[in-house]
């Protein structure tokens, strides 16, 4: 059927037009717009329940019934868990006395890309040169707690002496346990300071200190933010 006859049949009958350009006739299922010179702007037919679909596209074809009652996860143990990680962490914690339950203690480096430089971070392990200017050997240092990275290479004389200084104030606080009561080697504690020794349950050994250059940097944005 064309579309425009049917519109000149229609104007002709006694169909009017309207302010917006559309027929007034009632009985017209159609919804369409013309212009003064008879030239067909859009025509919208009445829907026949058919999905249309432009180009090569995916049919709609949304089905919400798969049964999702029995797939749904839940945490009710949730309080339970808490308090087992809390049990398994006090006795990890007594396992390992005396020694720090935060593990091996780490060095203090600066996070990658110009965005997070400004931050100091804990870092794998120190590296060979750090252990050599703090005088301890690369051997030694895994067996008193000290995590080592021989991967790790040195870019500044700042972060090799602050690592060193790190170290130098690690072991001021050593406290060395003998491996056998009855055989106590040179570089081992004496009794009267493995009498005060206790362990260390804080999260981590020596934490990590931000330097001023960061602490200016956070400062000026949480001004900025409260400007804007």
Known sequence: MDVRAGLGEQLSSGGGMSVLGKPSCATCPCDVAISNCGRLIYAR?????????????VLPNQHFRKGWQTR???????????????VNRIKKA???A????????RPAVRAPT????????????????????????????????????HRRKNRSVEGLESNAARLAE???KLILFPRKLNRVKKADSDKATLATAT?????TVLPIV????HRFVAALLRALGEIK
Not at 73 to 79: I, V
Not at 119 to 147: C, H, P, Q, V
Not at 210 to 213: K, N, S
């Open 45 to 57: 037919l009445p829907w026949n329940g058919s999905i249309v679909v432009s180009h090569n596209n």
């Open 72 to 86: 749904v996860k839940t945490w009710f143990d949730q309080p339970g868990a808490k308090k087992t990680r809390r």
């Open 94 to 96: 007594a396992l390992i």
């Open 98 to 105: 005396p020694r720090p339950v935060d593990g091996l203690f």
């Open 114 to 149: 110009v965005r997070y430089n400004l931050k100091m971070r804990a870092g794998r392990g120190f590296s060979l040169d750090e252990l050599k200017a703090a005088g301890i050997n690369r051997k030694e240092a895994r067996t008193i707690g000290i995590s080592v990275d």
């Open 170 to 172: 690690y072991k001021s």
């Open 199 to 203: 362990q260390v349950t804080v999260s």
């Open 210 to 213: 931000q330097d001023e250059r």
